[in-house]
């Protein structure tokens, strides 16, 4: 799917407080068929975003180790 330049130019925190708001519009009840369905699909674009900037941000995490020598190294974070 094709996230709008809005949304992927959000960092993690604006997009998920984007889609919190979204949630607390849609259980609110107050809003119309049309507006619910919009709103959804761009809580569903929000929702990728964060997961992508998640997904880039395990990837990038390293955890620190020491090697028999005594030095520390680093190698990828096992996450299952």
């Known amino acids: 799917m094709e996230l709008p330049e809005d949304i ?3 960092n993690f925190e604006d997009a998920l407080s984007a889609l919190e708001q979204i949630v607390q519009n849609l259980e ?3 809003v119309s ?3 619910s ?3 959804y ?3 569903t674009q929000l929702r990728q975003h964060c997961d992508e900037k998640l997904k880039d941000a395990s ?3 390293e955890k620190i180790t ?4 005594g030095a520390l190294a680093t190698e990828p974070l096992d996450v299952e």
């Open 28 to 30: 609110s009840g107050d």
């Open 33 to 35: 068929l049309e507006n």
């Open 66 to 69: 020491r090697q028999q020598s």
């Open 59 to 61: 990837e990038r995490i």
């Open 41 to 43: 699909t761009r809580g």
């Open 37 to 39: 369905i919009e709103i």
């Open 8 to 10: 992927r130019a959000m």
